[in-house]
């Protein structure tokens, strides 16, 4: 794996996932969603909590909402623009 530092925000978060998925990281893509990879609601969080540290962003996730919160888990990209539309608003 290359230095943190010069990971992007996609390489980032597919180690992030490809770790709670327990599957190896060439299998995600873009288009995966959660189900895909076999994460549950329970990962989902640890998921959440990883992203949150990793970018050091607060992430607007219900657990109890998870479909219908402003962060969107519907696939891999989705969750992509996600965390950069997160990480640029924190440098505004």
Not at 23 to 44: N, Y
């Amino acid at each position: 794996m290359s230095d943190t530092a010069t990971l992007t925000v996609s390489d980032r978060l597919m180690d992030i996932l490809a770790e709670q998925a327990i599957v190896d990281r060439s299998e995600i893509s873009p288009s995966s969603t959660l189900e895909d990879l076999g994460i549950d609601s329970v990962a989902l969080v640890e998921v959440i909590f990883s992203i949150e540290e990793t970018f050091d962003i607060a992430v607007p996730f219900n657990a109890n909402e998870a479909e219908s919160g402003e962060f969107d888990i519907s696939s891999v990209g989705g969750m992509i623009k996600a965390v950069e539309d997160l990480i640029s608003s924190r440098n505004d």
